[in-house]
């Protein structure tokens, strides 16, 4: 994500900072300990990233928990064809993709 | 003016000439003969030159394509024959269809009873990636030959498994992490521990504070998921470096080939 | 001489131009799959015959076939001949809106700018259209994609407060509410377990002891993100039927349209 997608706040709150940091923690020490097999395209870390970098900390946050809460094996049921990818894997883009 | 509508013609007739210079041309103007014929047999030499034209460009792929549409059966001349066989043989290999290349090779073989060094090793090549039983079937037709004996790391290679891979899962079951470590993860071998031991930890806690729903919930979310994340992780590390020796190994193989294949090089056969 | 020189130039010239794309030929290349070829031969014709309207046709053809939208959208602009094929420009429209849905409304309004505006009475241009106000007139949809519509309008009839509300109530209700059933179970159960977390921590620890403030820490984010994410799930869900919608029409559109004869 480039400096200029994301939003003001994402910029100037040092918090947005620290849980992009968690995150990338997570994602390097905890997320094989665990073995982490997501149905999604964008692990629920990356995702979680990603939508802090691009909404700020409390946006973002809410966004990356609730995925979080969806992650279930039968979650793909939920989405139609033209959005699960070829390895079966759900599309799911911090913005939403109008197009 | 009889001479100015001549010159005239000439010009319109080799404007195209001109034109179909370059390969694509040359494609195009193949396929568009190929288009407009309707007697098979000649039909299929034109293809046979298409695939001999991307050949002769090095167009890997598109020679790959060409050589599906070419019927061997309908190639009347014998050596010209055999040459397509042995192309599409190594055509099929560089494209990493090794059924095809399996086939195509055999019929090389029983056509020519090749039985030159850069054609064995043309079909240890092709047969290595085949199954194990095949590559068994060529190497017991071949005449022992010591300068061969080199490609029997192909068969090593292709044999490996490293020993006792289950123990590092067992260990991992016994004690967190270990199992890892084994494998020379340091890393992610002391982070199960410190992982699976401090959720231990975290539930003893709570048991010892009387909260057993928390102890329980916590224990399946976190220890429970460390525990069994542990097992995988090994898994996946054991399984990791056996890809790596297998690696070292072929690494090894592949220079021994290299030094037989300097000796003895393995060409396509363009008919003249 | 000079007249029968003359003769001789209309001649030529007049063979020429009706005998510049050979379309069996193109046909044939198209079924065999030489897109090399393809290409070639159209650049040559490009070269001998310059950039005449019956070569664009076939260029345009072409870039659809290969899904060079950016290409095929510049050759079509200037093609007469294409915004004369009502055949073609429905196939494009719809392979455009499996590509993209902007591309094929780029595409439509080309059609009125360049074009006869053929492209407006066709299903998917009208469909589009109904996706964007589903209170219009629907009665021009066969009974196939009237199933699809509802589906899609009962999504775009439902109300994000309505699914903050539920999710507010009862944890992860919101879920079955917007659609997303199959998660429900998951997202409640995770909700309810850090309820009795919290729950026993107050009861055993008190509510000032760090044990507690960190279980309402979760307890809280998993209850709010809940809200909170049902509501921007529903947008979601609503421009997902909309796809769907759209990508069934151009499936049933797509019956007995070929790019190539």
């Known amino acids: 994500m480039t400096f200029k997608d994301r939003s003001f706040l994402s910029i100037i709150n040092p918090f947005s900072y620290a849980s992009i940091g968690l995150m990338f923690t997570y994602q390097r020490l905890v997320s094989q300990q665990i073995g982490a097999d997501c149905p999604y395209e964008l692990s629920c870390s990356e995702h979680a990233k990603r939508a802090v970098e691009r909404y700020g900390i409390l946006k973002g946050a809410m966004i990356g928990f609730y995925q979080l809460q969806s992650c279930t094996p039968r979650t793909g049921y939920d989405f139609p064809d033209h959005a699960i990818n070829s390895d079966g894997r759900i599309i799911n883009p911090i913005e939403i993709d109008e197009d | 003016m009889k001479s100015l509508i001549i010159s005239l013609l000439i010009c319109i007739c080799t404007s195209s000439a001109f034109g179909q210079a370059g390969y694509e041309a040359s494609m195009l103007e193949l396929e568009q003969k190929i288009f407009s014929e309707e007697n098979d047999s000649l039909r299929n030499e034109l293809c046979l030159k298409k695939f001999n034209l991307s050949l002769m460009n090095f167009d890997a792929r ?143 806690y709570l048991i010892s504070n009387n909260m057993y729903y928390g102890s329980a919930i916590w224990g399946y979310l976190l220890f429970w998921r460390f525990y069994t994340g542990n097992v995988r992780l090994a898994k996946t590390k054991v399984n990791n470096l056996e890809q790596k020796k297998k690696a070292l190994l072929a690494d090894d193989c592949q220079q021994q080939i290299k030094a037989l294949l300097k000796n003895n090089q393995i060409d396509f056969r363009l008919n003249k | 001489m000079r007249t029968r020189l003359v003769y001789f130039f209309f001649f030529l010239v007049c063979f020429q131009a009706r005998s510049q794309v050979n379309s069996e030929f193109v046909d044939y290349l198209v079924i065999s799959e030489l897109n090399k070829e393809h290409k070639t031969y159209l650049d040559q014709l490009t070269l001998d015959f310059g950039e005449t309207d019956s070569v664009r046709y076939y260029k345009t053809k072409f870039d659809l076939l290969t899904n060079n939208y950016d290409s095929f959208q510049n050759e079509f602009n200037s093609c007469k001949l294409c915004w004369k094929d009502t055949s073609l420009i429905n196939y494009s429209s719809i392979h455009l809106i499996r590509f993209s849905i902007e591309r094929a409304n780029k595409f439509w309004k080309a059609d009125s700018t360049y074009g006869s505006f053929v492209s407006k009475n066709s299903i998917l241009r009208k469909s589009y259209n109904l996706s964007l106000n589903p209170k219009l007139d629907d009665s021009f949809l066969p009974y196939e994609l009237k199933f699809h519509f509802q589906e899609y309008k009962s999504a775009y009839n439902k109300k994000a407060w309505v699914a903050g509300l539920l999710s507010a109530a009862i944890p992860a209700s919101g879920k ?55 509501i921007h799930d529903l947008k979601r869900v609503k421009n997902e039927r909309r796809k769907h919608f759209l990508y069934e029409v151009a499936d049933y559109q797509s019956a007995d349209l070929y790019l190539y004869e």
């Open chain 2, 62 to 204: 598109r020679s790959f394509f060409e050589m599906k549409r070419v019927n061997d059966n309908l190639i009347s001349n014998i050596s010209q024959k055999n040459n397509f066989l042995w192309n599409a043989s190594l055509v099929s290999k560089l494209n990493g269809d090794f059924e095809y290349a399996n086939i195509y090779f055999d019929q090389y073989l029983e056509a020519t009873n090749d039985s030159n060094t850069n054609c064995l090793i043309l079909g240890f090549l092709i047969k290595n990636e085949n199954d194990t039983s095949i590559l068994n079937a060529f190497e017991r037709q071949i005449p022992q030959d010591s300068s061969l004996a080199c490609l029997n790391c192909l068969n090593a290679v292709k044999g490996f498994k490293m020993k006792r891979k289950g123990a590092y899962v067992k260990v991992s079951y016994l004690f967190p992490g270990l199992g890892t470590m084994m494998t020379g993860d340091f890393y992610n071998g002391i982070g199960s521990i410190l992982t699976v031991s401090g959720s231990g930890v975290g539930m003893y």
């Open chain 3, 176 to 230: 079955l509410y917007i659609g997303r059933g199959n998660s429900f179970f998951g997202a409640f159960a995770l909700n309810v377990v850090h309820g009795i977390i919290l729950y026993e921590a107050i009861n055993r620890k008190g509510i000032e002891h760090p044990y507690t403030i960190v279980s309402a820490g979760f307890f809280g984010v998993f209850y709010f993100s809940n809200i909170f994410g049902t």
